[in-house]
C-alpha cells in the first residue's frame, strides 16, 4: 500500500468534517441545552483527521465494518485526549447524557463524512477523475450541511423564541432550550396572549376567509380564461399565451397610491371587499398561465367527442375538461392560497381597523417596543403554522405546477 | 352538361375567392373566447392598468397626500340664549369654515330642519325658509375665512315647556371645491425634485446592486441545492421540502425572524458568533450602514445592511430557483451523463459541457423573473430596515416619498422611473435573447 496525495487529502478532508461537525453539534448543544459550552474546533479537526486516516490507510475495496468503527472510536478518543476530557469547554459532568450524546454523533458524524467522501479513494496517487470526484463530495457534503442550517435555524428559532419568556430572552440569547419543568400554560403564554388579548383567532379567521374565497374568485376567472387561450382561436391568442405574465412587471407599490386615492375616495379602502378586488387581480394572470400550460396537454379528442356529442363549450370545461385537470387546479388553488395568505403590501396599506386585519397586517401590529418579543415571534408562528401544513400536505402538487410546462421548455 | 363546366382560365373568376378575414364558425370562437376572457380583461385592466396609468397622472401634478380629501366645508350650529323662554328670540348660530388652509370652497348650499315649535323672527341675508326648513347659500368662502350665520327664533309656550335643541339635526352642507387630482395644474417639479437630489442617485445604485446581485445568488444557490438534491437518496423528499420553507412561510413571520435572530444584543446569531471568539461584540447587522474591514491593512468600507438585505433576499427566494432547475435537471436524459462516464470525464467536466448548456434555457427565464420581482421587491426591505442603513431601493423610496414625507407627486414620479427602467432592461434582455438565438 503506497502512501503518497492521496492520505494528505483524506487528512483535510477528515480535518474539515472534524471542525463542522464540532462546531455544529457544539453549536446545537448549546442551543437546546442552554449550557454555555465552546466547541474547540482545532481539536474537532485533529479528530476528524485522525478518524478519516483511519478510513484512508486501508485500501478501498478493504474497508469493512470493522474500519468504519475503529475510525469512530479513534475520532472519539482523539477529541476527548486533545481537549482534556473537556470537549466543550465545559465539564463533562454538567449534563453528562447531552455530552454524551453529542460527543458520540460527533464521532459518527465526521467518521461516516470521510467515510463516504473517501469511497474508492486510495491512500497513494488518485487519478484526476478520483480527485475531482472527492473535491465535488466534499462540496456537496459541506452544500448538504450549509443548506439545511440556514433552512433550519431561522424557524427553529422562531419557535423557540415564541416559548420564552422576556427575561429569559434578555438574559441568554444562546439559550433556546426548552424547559418542560413549566407547565404547558406558562411555557405558550405567548400563544394564550395573543389568543386571548391580541385577538388573533379573529385574525386567523379573517385569513382564511379571505385566502378561500381569493381563490374561488380566481378560478372563476381564470378557468374561463384559460380554456379560451388553450383551445379556441382567436386573433393574438398567441401574443396573449405568452405576454400573460408581463402584467407582473408592473411593481405593486405603483399601484398602491391611485388604488389607495380611488377606494378611499369609493369608500372600499378599509375594507375586505376591497382586498378582495384587488388581491384576484393579482393572482389571475399566474393561475391563467399554470392552468393553460396544463390545458393545452390534455388531449382535444375527449372534448371534440363531446361537442360532437352536443355539449356547448361551458358543459365540455365541466364535464370534461376540469375532471381532468384536477392536479393543475389543486397545484393553482394552493398557490394562489398562499398568494393570499402570504401578501402583505394591500393589507398593510388598506386595513386600519383592527377588527378586519388579516393576519400580515395583525402580526405587523405586534411590532411595536410595547409588545415582547416573544408575542411577535408567536404570531409568526400562528400565521407559518396553517400554511406550512398546507403545504406540506400537498407539496407533491405544488412542485408539479410550478414546473408544468416549463420542463418541455 | 360539357358546356356548363368551369375550365381552366375563363371561368377563374366564377371561383369562390378565399375570405379575408373571419368566417362565420372562427367569428363565433373568436367571439366565445372574448367572452370567456372578459372578466380576466376587465379586473386586470381596473386594477393594473388604470392605476399604471392613473399613476403617470399624478406624477406630473402637485399632489399631496392630505389633497386626496378635498376640501370641504365644516359648520358648527350654535344656539345662544335661552330655549325654555316663551316668546323672546334667541338666535341660532351656524358657523362656516373651510377645512382646507389653502384652497377657496365655493357654491355652498346649508341645510337644516328646525324642530317643531320654533318660529323664524328673523334671517340672515343668505337664507330663506320653506316651513322649518333653512337653506343657506354662500358663495365663496376664502381659505381660513370664517362666516357666520344667524337666524332668529322664537319658542312658542309648548316648546319652551319641553325644549329641543336645534342642534339635534345635524345641518347637511356641500361646497365646490378644485380638487387637485382632477383639475389642470400640471408640473415637472416632481421630477425635477427626485432627479436633482443627490440621493436619488444613491437610491438608484442600490437598488441596481440589491437586483443584480441578490438575482444572481438565488439562481446560484439554486442551482448549487438543484444539484445537491439531483440523485435520489433516502430522505430527499423531506430535504425537497424542507428547502422550500423560506419560500413558502409569510413574509412578515421570516422577515421578523430574521430582525430577531441578527438582534446585535439578543439575537442568537450574534451570540454564536460571539461565542465562537469571530467578533467582540454583536454586530449590527440591519442597521449598520457600512463596516470597515481591513485587508491586509486596505481599509475596505463593506455596506453591512445592504448585503444583511441581499442576504435575506436570496434565502427567501433561492427556493424557486431551486425548483425550476432541478425540474429541467431531472429531464435531462442520463445517456449522455453515461457516455461521458464511459469516455473518462470528471464530474466537473461532465458539469459544465453536459448540464450547463441544457439549463441555459432555464436560467436565463429564472434570471429575467427574478431581476424583474427583485427590482420590484417592497415588501422584504420595509420590514428589515424600513429602508434605513442605506438600504432604500427605488421601490421603498416610492413609500417614503408618497407616505412618510407625503408628497404623492413624488412618489409616483419615482414609481414612473421604476417602471420605465424596467421596460428597459426587458427590451435589452429580449433584443440580447434574440442576437443570441440568431
Redesign the interface.
Known amino acids: 500500500m503506497r502512501i503518497g496525495f492521496g492520505l494528505v487529502f483524506a487528512l483535510l478532508t477528515g480535518a474539515l468534517w472534524g471542525a463542522i461537525g464540532s462546531?455544529l453539534i457544539g453549536?446545537t448543544l448549546?442551543?437546546v441545552t442552554g449550557l454555555?459550552g465552546?466547541?474547540i474546533?482545532a481539536a474537532g479537526a485533529l479528530a476528524g483527521a485522525a478518524g478519516a486516516a483511519t478510513i484512508s490507510l486501508r485500501s478501498a475495496h478493504l474497508r469493512s465494518l470493522g474500519v468504519a468503527i475503529a475510525s469512530v472510536l479513534i475520532a472519539v478518543l482523539v477529541l476527548l485526549a486533545t481537549t482534556k476530557m473537556q470537549p466543550f469547554s465545559i465539564a463533562l459532568s454538567e449534563a453528562p447524557i447531552f455530552q454524551a450524546i453529542a460527543i458520540v454523533l460527533f464521532g459518527l458524524g465526521t467518521s461516516a463524512g470521510s467515510w463516504l467522501c473517501l469511497k474508492g479513494i486510495e491512500p497513494g496517487s488518485n487519478s484526476?477523475?478520483k480527485r475531482?470526484?472527492l473535491?465535488?463530495r466534499v462540496f456537496?457534503g459541506v452544500?448538504?450541511v450549509f443548506?439545511?442550517s440556514?433552512?433550519?435555524?431561522?424557524?427553529y428559532?422562531?419557535v423557540m423564541?415564541s416559548l420564552k419568556s422576556q427575561q429569559q430572552?434578555?438574559l441568554?440569547?444562546?439559550d433556546?432550550s426548552v424547559n418542560f419543568a413549566q407547565s404547558p400554560s406558562e411555557l405558550f403564554r405567548s400563544y394564550i396572549e395573543l389568543f386571548t388579548q391580541f385577538n388573533f383567532g379573529r385574525f386567523l379567521l379573517i385569513s382564511t376567509i379571505v385566502s378561500v374565497f381569493t381563490v374561488l374568485i380566481t378560478l372563476?376567472?381564470?378557468i374561463?380564461?384559460a380554456?379560451?387561450?388553450s383551445r379556441?382561436?382567436?386573433?393574438g391568442?398567441d401574443l396573449?399565451s405568452r405576454s400573460v405574465?408581463?402584467?407582473?412587471?408592473?411593481?405593486?407599490?405603483?399601484?398602491?397610491?391611485?388604488?389607495?386615492?380611488?377606494f378611499?375616495?369609493l369608500g372600499l379602502r378599509n375594507t375586505l371587499t376591497g382586498l378582495l378586488?384587488?388581491y384576484?387581480?393579482?393572482t389571475?394572470?399566474v393561475a391563467?398561465y399554470m392552468l393553460q400550460g396544463y390545458f393545452k396537454g390534455l388531449p382535444p379528442e375527449l372534448e371534440e367527442a363531446g361537442l360532437m356529442d352536443g355539449l356547448n363549450?361551458i358543459g365540455v370545461i365541466f364535464k370534461i375538461t376540469l375532471p381532468l385537470a384536477l392536479p393543475a387546479l389543486a397545484s393553482v388553488s394552493l398557490y394562489v392560497f398562499?398568494i393570499a395568505?402570504?401578501e402583505?403590501?394591500f393589507a398593510f396599506m388598506f386595513l386600519d381597523d383592527p377588527n378586519i386585519f388579516t393576519?400580515?397586517r395583525g402580526?405587523?401590529s405586534l411590532?411595536s417596543s410595547e409588545v415582547p418579543?416573544q408575542h411577535?415571534?408567536a404570531g409568526?408562528?400562528v400565521?407559518?403554522i396553517p400554511?406550512?401544513v398546507i403545504?406540506?400536505w400537498f407539496?407533491r402538487f405544488l412542485?408539479q405546477g410550478?414546473?408544468a410546462g416549463?420542463?418541455k421548455? | 352538361m360539357t358546356s356548363h363546366m368551369p375550365l381552366g382560365g375563363e371561368d377563374k373568376k366564377k371561383l369562390p375567392r378565399p375570405r379575408k378575414g373571419l368566417g362565420p364558425m372562427a367569428k363565433k370562437e373568436a367571439i366565445l373566447a372574448f367572452q370567456m376572457l372578459l372578466p380576466t380583461f376587465a379586473i386586470v385592466f381596473a386594477i393594473v392598468l388604470v392605476p399604471l396609468l392613473a399613476n403617470f397622472w399624478i406624477s406630473v401634478k402637485p399632489v399631496k397626500l392630505a389633497d386626496l380629501r378635498a376640501p370641504a366645508p365644516v359648520v358648527s350650529e350654535r344656539v345662544r340664549g335661552d330655549m325654555d323662554v316663551a316668546d323672546t328670540p334667541f338666535p341660532i348660530e351656524y358657523r362656516l369654515r373651510g377645512s382646507s388652509r389653502a384652497k377657496p370652497i365655493s357654491d355652498i348650499v346649508l341645510l337644516d330642519t328646525l324642530p317643531p315649535g320654533l318660529s323664524i323672527t328673523a334671517l340672515d341675508p343668505a337664507c330663506t325658509a320653506n316651513g322649518s326648513n333653512i337653506r343657506c347659500e354662500v358663495a365663496r368662502l376664502e381659505p381660513g375665512e370664517r362666516k357666520t350665520l344667524t337666524i332668529s327664533v322664537t319658542a312658542t309656550a309648548q316648546f319652551a315647556a319641553a325644549p329641543v335643541s336645534p342642534r339635534g339635526s345635524k345641518p347637511d352642507i356641500s361646497g365646490f371645491a378644485d380638487n387637485i387630482l382632477t383639475n389642470s395644474e400640471f408640473t415637472l417639479d416632481n421630477f425635477k425634485r427626485i432627479f436633482s437630489a443627490t440621493e436619488f442617485w444613491n437610491v438608484l445604485w442600490t437598488t441596481l446592486t440589491y437586483t443584480i446581485v441578490g438575482t444572481l445568488g438565488a439562481l446560484l444557490f439554486g442551482m448549487f441545492a438543484a444539484q445537491l438534491l439531483n440523485t435520489s437518496f433516502v430522505g430527499r423528499p423531506i430535504l425537497r421540502g424542507l428547502f422550500l420553507f423560506p419560500y413558502v412561510a409569510p413574509v412578515i413571520a421570516v422577515a421578523f425572524t430574521w430582525v430577531v435572530l441578527l438582534d446585535p444584543f439578543s439575537g442568537t446569531f450574534n451570540a454564536i458568533l460571539v461565542r465562537m471568539n469571530v467578533v467582540d461584540a454583536g454586530i449590527n447587522f440591519f442597521g449598520q450602514r457600512t463596516a470597515e474591514l481591513n485587508f491586509f491593512g486596505l481599509v475596505v468600507p463593506f455596506p453591512m445592511a445592504l448585503s444583511t438585505v441581499i442576504a435575506f433576499e436570496i434565502w427567501r427566494y433561492f427556493p424557486l430557483s431551486f425548483l425550476f432547475i432541478l425540474a429541467r435537471m431531472q429531464s435531462i436524459s442520463t445517456d449522455m451523463y453515461e457516455a461521458a462516464e464511459v469516455d473518462g470525464a470528471s464530474p466537473m467536466q461532465q458539469f459544465w459541457h453536459i448540464s450547463l448548456p441544457q439549463l441555459l434555457g432555464i436560467l436565463s427565464t429564472l434570471f429575467l423573473l427574478r431581476f424583474i420581482w427583485t427590482f420590484n421587491k417592497f415588501d422584504d426591505i420595509f420590514l428589515l430596515t424600513g429602508g434605513a442603513a442605506g438600504t432604500r431601493t427605488l421601490t421603498v423610496d416610492v413609500y417614503e416619498q408618497a407616505f412618510a414625507i407625503s408628497n404623492l407627486g413624488a412618489g409616483a414620479a419615482v414609481a414612473v422611473v421604476i417602471f420605465v427602467a424596467l421596460l428597459l432592461f426587458a427590451l435589452f434582455f429580449f433584443r440580447f435573447l434574440n442576437q443570441e438565438e440568431s
Not at chain 1, 232 to 235: E, G, H, R, T
Open positions: 462546531v453549536i448549546t442551543l454555555p465552546t466547541p474546533v484526476r477523475y475531482e470526484l473535491l465535488v456537496k452544500g448538504f443548506f439545511t440556514i433552512v433550519v435555524l431561522p424557524f428559532v422562531m423564541t430572552l434578555l441568554s440569547p444562546m433556546l372563476i376567472f381564470s374561463p380564461g380554456y379560451a387561450v379556441l382561436k382567436f386573433p391568442r396573449l405574465l408581463l402584467i407582473y412587471m408592473v411593481p405593486a407599490i405603483v399601484l398602491v397610491i391611485p388604488l389607495y386615492a380611488v378611499s375616495q378586488i384587488i384576484p387581480a393579482t389571475v394572470p391563467l363549450r398562499m395568505w402570504n402583505f403590501l393576519l400580515s402580526v405587523v411590532n418579543r411577535l415571534m409568526a408562528v400565521a407559518t400554511i406550512m403545504f406540506l407539496e412542485v410550478l414546473t416549463s420542463v421548455g
